[in-house]
Each structure stands twice: as structure tokens, then as C-alpha cells.
């Protein structure tokens, strides 16, 4: 998140809206040190850029030796309380806020705070605006650590062109920076759209990027232009008054990592066709079984899914109270998917019927039903013995 450099938004803020990085410009008349320090106990990483007013202090913005003083007075104050840095800003940009510069000046402005700050932090090259990568190219890369770009109004690959910004897709963009700084991170200390005359749209905008940089593994820090309204890029009107985009933005960033989408298993897309198959409804969830599978109940029977062969068979209703399962029998309905039930107990008989009752409670089957004296059947579970007579019906003893 772009925040002002004096300080004003703290560190409560900022966590209240979830942003785990902050940008702002480095300038030696705010006391930047103990601001930085309180967002490090807060946890919340830092990112300084340093823009032609950050060495105004100490001499001609553009010349070396300047460089050289003002990289050292705010090493001594900041080194330790600062993870990145970007010396200078926008140097491709011709922008009242671009700092335009030649290639070989950044090379030696990198130089320079290299040799000052060693590897006390990360030095990222200034942020790109103009969107042509190919001004990388003049860049010595063994002085960076990263590459910082300012990629305004690209769109994410998910926008569908209505209310396009019309600046193209951002991943392509990206594409073009990486082959250009090939292994470099890539900072996006800048980016953002104006919220007149439609604040949902900015909201949108906001939460679709922020959604999409998340999930790019070589983007540690994508900052959103700005916290507090600047020509109405802000989230937060200038009376405090929070944009639709604020929370958009903390909807996304509530979360440290992306949540990814739980796929669902494979066996779900075969119990939907076999039921529509047999113009029968779902009842339930699935559960899963171990040694068994996973099975499915319907209002015509039950669906098992075997996860050795792949395949989705249907045990249709026997017609007898109880029948001894057979091994390797094939369902009536079986054909459909040249499936072949292998299940260690009678699908809908009246030992399985009261094991699906409470499965949790009495465990897994050990083993297929068996016969016993008196004409009546039993199996076995982890936590369960059910035993079936034809005289007495069904019978728990629980381990």
C-alpha cells in the first residue's frame, strides 16, 4: 500500500486493511526511522523509494556525489528498519512525477547505494511507468536484487473489456519485464485507477488485480496507488470517508496466502452422471471409506466409487432381505461403466444399512460379511461387530 512519507496513516491502519507491505518516499525532514520501526513491530515490510526530493537536502538531485551523502545519512537512520529500496523513481517517464533519467545515471545511483547499503536490504532498479521494457535493457542487473514497475490501468486477465482501461493485460506486461530481467523479482510498488466517475468500478479493478498478483510466485509486494485520495487514486476519501475500493481491497488481503480452490474429487462428475443415468437423486454427501471407497447414497440405491480402477458402479436393491455378497459380481446397472462391484459388504442389506447409520462411530469395514451359525450373517469394523439373524434382525456389540 502507497502511504504518505510523513507518517500519518499508523501502523493500525494499514493492518486493519491487511496490507502486509507499505511503499512511501524516503525524506529526511519526517522521522521515517521510528515510523519504520513501528510498522516493523507491527509487521508490516517496508519499502522506500527514493525520489529526486529525498536528495534535495543534501545538494544537486542529479549529481553523484550527492547521491553518495544522502544514500549514507539515511543508511545510518534506516538500515535495519527498511526491507527493500528503489533509488530513483520513474527514470523512462516524462510525467510531473518521473524523475527522468539515463540509463547509465540509474547504473551508477545503484552503484552507489550498493556499495553503501551492501546487503542490508534488497535494492530493487526505480520504478518503470512508460511500460516499454525494453529501457530495462541498459540496466546493469548484478547491482539489483529486482525490478520495480508502475503498470497503471493493465488489466488483469480476467477483466472482460467492459469499462476496459485499455493499457492491456497486465500478465503480458509481466512477461515482457521477466524476459527482459530474467530471475528478478518483480515489485509493483505502484498501481491503481481513479475512482470518479465510478467508484465501483475502481473497487473492482482493485480487487481483481489484487486477487491476481497474489497469486504470482516471483511479485513479493504489489502496492495499491494510494491509501489517502491523490487525484483520486485513493481508497480513503481525504475526510476519512472510506471507498468502496478500501474494501475490496481488505476483502482480498485478509488472508496472508490465496486460498486456492479445493477441486472437487473426480469421483463427483462420475456419481452425477450415473445418477442422471439412472434417473435417480443424490441423497447426502459422500463418505469415504477406508478399505472400501467412496460411496454415495441414492434415492434408488447406492453409488460406490473404487479408487484403485477409477470406476463408479451402482449396487442395486437385492430383492432379498439379506443376500451373501458375491465377489467380483456384476451391478445391473454395471455396463454403464464396465464397473464391477468388489465391495466387502451387501450394498443396502441390513448390516450395511445400519453401519451407514453412524459410519464414524463404528469404523471402516476389516473384511466382508460372513455366515454364521444360525443362518444369519456378521461383519466386522474397526470400532463395531454387527451381526444379522433372521429371527432377531440386527445387533451391535461396539469394541
Known sequence: MCVPKDGRVSPDDIAALGASWVRF?????????RYCRALKTAGIKRFITFDSDSFAPFGDKNDPSTWRVAAEWYANSLVGFVDAIGPGNEPDGTGPESWTATQAAINDMLGIFRDVWGNSVKIIAPGLVSGHAAWLAGIDLSLIDGIDVHLYGKRPPDWDHVNDPGTGRLDDALDEYRAVA?????????????????PDIQARYCREVMEYVRTIPDMP????????????????QNDGSKKPAWEAFRAVSADEEPTPPVPEPSYQLGFRDLADRLGAAVVGDPVELEHVGTIQKTTRGWMIYHPRTGEVAFGAKPEAPHETP???????????WGAVVTVPFNVDAAIVKTWLDSPLAYGSPLGPERPIDGGGMEQ???RALIRWTPADGVSVQTA
Open 221 to 236: 509486494m504489489c502496492a495499491w496507488f494510494a491509501y489517502h485520495d491523490h487525484d483520486n487514486f485513493g481508497l480513503v
Open 182 to 198: 530474467p530471475g528478478k523479482l518483480i515489485y509493483m510498488s505502484e498501481i491503481g485507477m481513479r475512482s470518479i466517475p465510478r
Open 380 to 382: 466386522a469394523f474397526t
Open 25 to 33: 518516499t524516503a525524506d529526511k525532514q519526517f522521522e521515517q526511522a
Open 326 to 336: 458375491v465377489a467380483g459380481q456384476q451391478t445391473a446397472l454395471g455396463d454403464l
